[in-house]
C-alpha cells in the first residue's frame, strides 16, 4: 500500500519533469488541443459549395440539400439537418410544380440553372466558413464521387414518384 508521503514525491516528481520539459529547449512541443470547429470531428467528411453544386446539377436542389444536411447532421445538428432536408424536398417539388403548370412554349431551363445558383449561394452562406475552418483544422473533405452518387440517388427518389404520376395521368385521359 502506497503512503501519503510516496504520492506527494511522486507528484512533486512529475510536476519537476513538466517544469524542466518547459525549460529543456530540446524537449518535444507539446501540442494544444482545441475542440474542432463548428462542432464536427475532424475524421467526419464535410462538403463544400462545389459538391453541393455538383448534387444539385445531378439529382434537382434535393441533391444538394441532402449534401447539407449530411454536414449538419455531422456537426451535431440534427433538426437542423432533417429541417435543411424537408426544405429541399419542398423546393425540388415547387421547381417541378413551376416547370408542369409551364406553358409548354416556355423553356424551363433557366429554372433550373437558377436553382443551381441559389443552392451554391445557400451553402456559401449556411456552411461555407464552417466548411473551411473544418478543413483548416485538417478536417477530412468530401468525396466528389460520393457527392456524385448522393446528387444521382436524390434524382432517382424524384423521377420514380414522378414517372408514377405521369402514367396514372396518361391513363385518366392526358393534362390538358
Do not use: C
Not at 78 to 96: C, D, E, P, S
Not at 106 to 123: D, E, K, N, R
Amino acid at each position: 500500500m502506497e503512503s501519503e508521503g510516496a504520492r506527494a514525491n511522486a507528484n512533486a516528481n512529475a510536476n519537476a519533469d513538466a517544469d524542466a520539459d518547459a525549460l529543456n529547449p530540446y524537449a518535444a512541443p507539446r501540442a494544444v488541443v482545441e475542440a474542432p470547429p463548428g462542432g464536427a470531428r475532424l475524421d467526419a467528411a464535410l462538403y463544400d459549395y462545389r459538391h453541393v453544386a455538383l448534387a444539385t446539377f445531378l439529382g434537382t436542389t434535393l441533391g444538394g440539400a441532402l449534401l447539407m444536411a449530411l454536414n449538419e447532421h455531422r456537426r451535431g445538428r440534427t433538426i437542423v439537418a432533417l429541417n435543411t432536408l424537408l426544405a429541399g424536398f419542398v423546393g425540388t417539388w415547387f421547381l417541378l410544380t413551376i416547370a408542369y403548370v409551364a406553358p409548354d412554349n416556355i423553356p424551363t431551363y433557366p429554372l433550373s440553372l437558377a436553382s443551381l445558383v441559389v443552392m451554391v449561394a445557400i451553402a456559401r452562406w449556411r456552411q461555407g466558413k464552417v466548411v473551411r475552418q473544418h478543413y483548416v483544422a485538417g478536417g477530412k473533405h468530401g468525396s466528389g464521387w460520393a457527392a456524385a452518387g448522393l446528387g444521382l440517388l436524390s434524382l432517382l427518389a424524384v423521377v420514380v414518384p414522378l414517372a408514377g404520376f405521369f402514367l396514372l395521368e396518361e391513363a385518366a385521359g392526358g393534362r390538358r
